[in-house]
């Protein structure tokens, strides 16, 4: 078993920042892909950033010069550094991870419980 425990979220001003982190912990034998997602009220939950095991990462363009993902694969964790948010970044974020597990090296996908984001004034 594998869980995900997100922290970071909160309230900010237009403009603001904040960071998400994420660590993943259980039988874990190898974190592969890592990555952020995040589901707006009335909206399908979106690919925002994810990160390779060896660090190469893919952006959403609507978030392409304002966050930065990065990850430690000692600890298992995730990060988005979210920089000039506005209200349209408000929605839960959701982290993820492809995880092969121990003992049986099996790989499933993981997910946080959310954390909410709001930008607001």
């Known amino acids: 078993q594998v869980q995900l425990v997100e922290s970071g979220g909160g309230l900010v001003q237009p403009g603001g920042s904040l960071r998400l982190s994420c660590a993943a912990s259980?039988?874990?034998?190898?974190?592969?892909?890592m990555g952020w997602y995040r589901q707006a009220p009335g909206k399908q939950r979106e690919t925002v950033a994810i990160?390779?095991?060896?660090?190469?990462?893919e952006y959403a363009d609507f978030v392409k010069g304002r966050f930065t993902i990065s990850r430690d694969n000692v600890k298992n964790t995730v990060l988005l550094q979210m920089n000039s948010l506005n209200p349209e970044d408000t929605a839960v974020y959701y982290c993820?991870?492809?995880?092969?597990?121990?003992?049986?090296?099996?790989?499933?996908?993981?997910w946080g419980q959310g954390t909410q984001v709001t930008v607001s004034s």
């Open positions: 993820y991870a492809r995880v092969t597990t121990t003992p049986r090296l099996y790989e499933n996908d993981y």
């Open positions: 259980g039988s874990i034998r190898r974190v592969n892909g």
């Open positions: 990160v390779g095991r060896y660090g190469s990462t």
